[in-house]
């Protein structure tokens, strides 16, 4: 059974920063993209950071480029989105997601496998 486990989400203050951490298991996504999507209230699910398990170029949303930093551990099967410079409009649930392919995607449904979530709420 594929499990994706969040962690790290939590209140900070704007300007403040959080490390989520994103731990796989039941299978192994070596060859896989994965990626952190989110979704505030009243708003529909955004990919925001993705990449590959190989060496290559990842996709940051316009909204958190230059703020956010996805970065991968394969021993681990574990995936990380280190979060700076946060903005009270980063607030939202974090979700990590993977694919069974290796090329990059920002559509939520592309997907096949979710985390539960992590709230990160970011106070003015």
């Known amino acids: 059974q594929v499990r994706l486990v969040e962690s790290g989400g939590g209140l900070v203050q704007a300007g403040g920063s959080l490390r989520l951490s994103c731990a796989a298991s039941?299978?192994?996504?070596?060859?896989?993209?994965m990626a952190w999507c989110r979704q505030a209230p009243g708003k529909e699910r955004e990919c925001i950071a993705v990449?590959?398990?190989?060496?290559?170029?990842?996709y940051y949303a316009g909204s958190v480029k230059g703020r956010f930093t996805i970065s991968r551990d394969n021993a681990k099967n574990t995936v990380y989105l280190q979060m700076n410079s946060l903005k009270p409009e980063d607030t939202a649930v974090y979700y990590c997601?993977?694919?069974?392919?290796?090329?990059?995607?920002?559509?939520?449904?592309?997907?096949?496998?979710w985390g539960q979530g992590t709230q990160v709420t970011v106070s003015s």
């Open positions: 997601a993977a694919r069974t392919r290796e090329a990059l995607s920002t559509m939520p449904q592309t997907y096949a496998y």
């Open positions: 039941g299978r192994s996504f070596s060859s896989d993209a």
């Open positions: 990449r590959g398990w190989t060496a290559g170029i990842p």
